[in-house]
């Protein structure tokens, strides 16, 4: 009755994020509050997953909800130990039903499309969970067979990615890694040759869109996102001053987050 009663509170509040706002700000979130999920959001994260793309669109996406404890350890435990998958407050696991894709694409199918299908369902699921105020990480590091055992998933289905979901911690600091920027890896018309000046100088200007990602998280005001330049994508980022990388957040600072993840208003709540 109170979980209802909160959860068309927190509905209330929900502002959700444009499209562009969500891809940009949504992080690999592996640390959750304890708070469950209410039905209704995971119902709008399983909606979204149904919404992607697919080969011949044969729609070979199934999904296996978990929030047993001991089945989040075995679950755990098949991915290699990663903690967060057992301490996530919902798991849902994204399979392929291989039997379908093959009826149409035979081997091919079931060895490409169907894993490109359910990605695709995998990404908006991410999105939709980030964009409801949840955080997601999409494991993949994990023995197929054992997860297959746990979940008594038969031959024809092939789980493709375990999501570990749950409310971010509000006083957590998540890391965001600066992307590559489009301008580095992609041509003209043939491999190696750059794209026109306009893509490279004027395209951010004219969308509004900020020089960086972190000038734009910034913009978005998500007290709990900071972009981390990684050595691999050797992205200079020249924008974020270097004390705000290591600063632990006020008491102030934490109370307040922590309302605002009660609240769970988006960014969108610019004023
Ligand atoms: C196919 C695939 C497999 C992944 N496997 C894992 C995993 O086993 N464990 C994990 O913590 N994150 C996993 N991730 C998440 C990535 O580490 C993460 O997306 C990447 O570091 C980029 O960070 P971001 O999601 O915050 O942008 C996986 C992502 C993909 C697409």
């Given at each position: 009755m109170l979980?209802?009663?909160n959860?068309?509170i927190?509905q209330f509040f929900i502002?959700k994020?444009d499209?562009?706002?969500?891809?940009?700000?949504r992080?690999?979130?592996?640390?959750?509050?304890?708070r469950d999920?209410?039905?209704?959001?995971i119902a709008q994260?399983?909606?979204?997953?149904t919404?992607a793309?697919?080969?011949?669109d044969?729609?070979p996406?199934?999904f296996?909800?978990v929030?047993?404890?001991?089945t989040?350890?075995d679950?755990?435990?098949?991915?290699?130990r990663q903690?967060?998958?057992e301490?996530?407050?919902l798991?849902?696991v994204?399979c392929?039903?291989?039997?379908?894709?093959?009826?149409k694409?035979?081997?091919?199918?079931k060895?490409?499309?169907?894993?490109?299908?359910?990605?695709?369902s995998i990404?908006?699921?991410?999105?939709?969970?980030?964009?409801l105020?949840?955080?997601a990480?999409?494991v993949?590091?994990f023995?197929?067979?054992?997860?297959k055992r746990?979940?008594?998933l038969?031959?024809?289905?092939?789980?493709?990615?375990?999501?570990a979901?749950?409310?971010?911690l509000p006083?957590?600091?998540?890391?965001?890694?600066d992307?590559i920027?489009?301008?580095?890896?992609?041509?003209?018309?043939?491999?190696?040759?750059e794209?026109?000046?306009?893509?490279?100088?004027?395209?951010?200007?004219?969308f509004?869109?900020k020089?960086?990602?972190?000038e734009?998280l910034k913009e978005?005001?998500?007290?709990?996102i900071?972009?981390?330049?990684?050595?691999?994508?050797?992205?200079?980022?020249?924008t974020k001053?270097?004390d705000?990388k290591?600063?632990?957040?006020s008491v102030?600072e934490?109370?307040f987050?922590?309302?605002?993840?009660?609240s769970?208003?988006?960014p969108?709540?610019?004023s």
């Open positions: 979980l209802k009663f959860t068309r927190y502002d994020m499209l562009f706002e969500a891809m940009e700000s992080v690999n979130v592996k640390v959750y509050d304890k999920v209410p039905e209704e959001l994260i399983l909606h979204a997953g919404l793309a697919s080969a011949g044969i729609q996406w199934e296996v909800v929030k047993d404890k001991k989040k350890i679950l755990s435990v098949a991915c290699l903690r967060h998958v301490e996530a407050p798991v849902i994204v392929a039903n291989l039997e379908k894709v093959a009826l694409f035979g081997e091919r199918g060895t490409l499309y169907a894993i490109q299908d359910t990605g695709a990404q908006n699921m991410l999105l939709a969970a980030h964009a105020g949840l955080g990480s999409w993949h590091a023995e197929e067979e054992a997860v746990i979940l008594k038969p031959d024809k289905i092939k789980p493709v990615g375990v999501l979901i749950g409310f971010p006083y957590e600091k998540y890391y965001k890694t992307i920027p489009f301008e580095n890896i992609s041509w003209s018309e043939e491999y190696g040759k794209l026109p000046w306009f893509f490279k100088e004027t395209w951010k200007d004219r509004g869109i020089k960086s990602l972190y734009n978005m005001k998500i007290p709990s900071e972009v981390k330049s990684t050595e691999a994508n050797k992205v200079e980022d020249k001053p270097q705000v290591d600063k632990k957040p102030f934490r109370i987050n922590w309302i605002r993840g009660l769970r208003k988006t969108t709540e610019k």
